[in-house]
């Protein structure tokens, strides 16, 4: 059998570190299913010792996950380590992956240490984390801006502590291909003990290298582990594409020679959930997951593919879980229809009580849209289980807004709040200035706008609209989406998912490391 790349998704620990990405524990859970149902090899749930919150969610997600890996970030001292060993307990099988900054830079300015303290902090932490799992990954944070000699030194003290895993960052996107593949390789060749461990590649994309330097890593230097997130999200220019890194290797078979444990068809709707839940759109030109990534518009290619699929394709948009928009459910389909097409598209709701209150919707949604397509339903559950999860303060009950040509738009939005009704009105600049002024005047939640933004969840004119609103306040960052056939209505639902966050308060203040 060929050699088999590990995929190590870090969507849930680094991809969160973007501003504006950190999820509810229950959004992070959603997101580990799905990465379990794609089959990744380790899921690096989160950073323990960050938040309660965070080490809440690395705990359920160890609990819930049985064919993964799960893994938890932890700096390099006793207290990280001991937080990531007790959240990941529940575990059938779990990772602690530490590091530490080995750049002159790094060590002197952000560290204060000296390179001997550095040393011997790696190794105690390497040597501390052993005491809970033999499944220990080390780190050398900015190790692509290391010395090379003293990188050695480092790495091959934390193996001879019992690190299986040694993964090269380059944390700020600074590498290029033959440069940061041939690091790789160099660190094989001259440690000693490098054959006791897998090396692993982590790249961000700053310089949009990411893939290819992860790709190089891999080729030219030998890793067998790639980390990588969904959507590429990440902090700054993201990180390396799982979707991109999965593809290439498995298109290229006859060029890389690796096996994966991947369900490719599992990767458009993984990226669907990340970014509705994070509000972070996938641009239409984007490799693989992008909504143009396998349409053919000029003439030429639309009569190639026709004439011959592999003409103008060199993937089949169904392996990796595109499905023609199809018309899946109507008006008289029932309960059992709505169920069993939840089974068919992997989703679990909690409880008897979540799915009747997600019939209830669709079957709204069915009296007012003739054709429901998966997407539909999706947008449907996704609110559903947000809602759940969230105890809702606020709860949108009607809006009924007026805009003219010449006039200021007004909107008169009735609410709930804490059971009570209360109904507001406002004007504002457009409809949907209205609206959240109207919903604000009652909240008044004083936070600030971060984002706002539309997107039609299928096509035509008759899509439902999905709205993303992401707002801030004291540090804290949520994001509150919402879907329906009206955009100022589904505005005005995704700026009350954004309030019911902050007043559950417990999500974390955006983690950066
Ligand atoms: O980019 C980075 O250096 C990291 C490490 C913690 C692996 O994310
Ligand atoms: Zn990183």
């Keep these: 059998m060929a050699d088999k790349l590990i995929i ?15 999820m509810t524990k229950e959004e992070k859970i959603r997101i580990a299913r799905q990465l379990e149902r794609m089959k990744v090899d380790v899921i690096e749930a989160g950073f323990a010792a960050s938040s309660n919150g965070d080490f809440d969610a690395i705990n359920a997600i160890a609990s819930l996950v049985k064919e993964s890996t799960v893994c938890s970030l932890a700096r390099a001292n006793d207290k990280d380590i001991q937080r990531a060993a007790d959240a990941l ?21 952000k560290l204060r240490m000296t390179p001997d303290q550095v040393y011997e902090q790696a190794r105690l932490a390497v040597r501390f984390a052993r005491k809970f799992t033999d499944d220990v990954e080390f780190s ?15 790495l091959e003290a934390v193996i001879d502590e019992g690190a299986t895993t040694i993964n090269i960052a380059d944390t700020v996107g600074y590498g290029v291909p033959e440069l940061y593949g041939n690091l790789v390789k160099t660190l094989r060749e001259r440690i000693p003990n490098a054959d006791k461990a897998v090396f692993s590649v982590h790249c961000h994309n700053d310089l949009g290298m990411a893939v290819a330097n992860s790709l190089a890593g891999v080729q030219l230097g030998g890793a067998r582990q790639v980390e990588c ?19 290439a290797v498995k298109t290229r078979k006859d060029y890389f020679g690796l096996e994966l444990g991947i369900d490719t068809t599992q990767i458009v709707p993984a990226s669907k959930l990340v ?33 011959a699929r592999d003409t103008y394709e060199i993937m089949r948009a169904e392996d990796v879980g595109w499905s023609a928009n199809k018309i899946v459910l109507g008006k008289l389909s029932g ?5 069993q097409r939840l089974q068919e598209l992997n989703v679990r709701l909690e409880s008897e ?45 009607s809006l009924s807004q007026r805009s003219e040509t010449g006039e200021r738009p007004h909107a008169r939005i009735v609410m709930s709040s804490e059971g009570q009704e209360v109904t507001t009105e406002s004007d504002g600049n457009g409809p949907v200035d209205a609206t959240l002024n109207a919903i604000e005047a009652h909240a008044k939640s004083g936070s600030e706008m971060l984002l706002y933004s539309v997107n039609a969840i299928t096509t035509g004119t008759q899509a439902q609209g999905e709205v993303t609103v992401r707002l801030s306040k004291n540090g804290r960052i949520v994001n509150g989406v919402g879907t329906d056939l009206d955009i100022v209505a589904a505005s005005a639902k995704a700026y009350i998912a954004a309030l019911n966050k902050l007043y559950a308060g417990g999500e974390k203040l955006n983690p950066q490391i």
């Excluded at 050398?140 to 480092?154: A, H, I, K, N, T």
């Excluded at 999200?233 to 999965?246: C, D, F, Q, S, W």
């Excluded at 309960?335 to 169920?339: E, P, S, T």
């Excluded at 947008?379 to 809602?387: D, M, T």
């Design 89 to 109: 307990k529940p575990a059938e099988r779990f990772r602690i992956h530490t590091f530490i900054a080995t750049s002159p830079l790094h060590m002197e300015k």
């Design 229 to 247: 997130t969904i959507n590429g999200l990440g902090e700054r220019a993201g990180n390396t594409a799982l979707e991109e890194i999965v593809m």
């Design 353 to 397: 009580a979540e799915l009747n209150t997600a019939f209830a919707r669709f079957k709204e949604l069915a009296d007012r849209k003739a054709e429901i397509y998966d997407e539909d339903i999706m947008a449907i559950v996704g609110e559903e289980s947000a809602g759940a999860a969230e105890r809702e303060h606020f709860k949108f009950v």
């Design 335 to 339: 309960r059992n229809a709505f169920k």
């Design 140 to 154: 050398p944070e900015d190790g692509s801006r290391s010395d090379m000699d003293f990188l050695c030194r480092v």
């Design 8 to 22: 190590f998704d870090t969507t849930l620990r680094d991809g969160e570190q973007s501003p504006g990405a950190s």
């Design 275 to 307: 970014s509705q839940i994070t509000g972070f759109v996938v641009q239409p030109n984007k490799a693989v997951v992008g909504a143009n990534a396998f349409a053919h518009a000029s003439g030429i290619h639309q009569d190639g593919v026709l004439k």
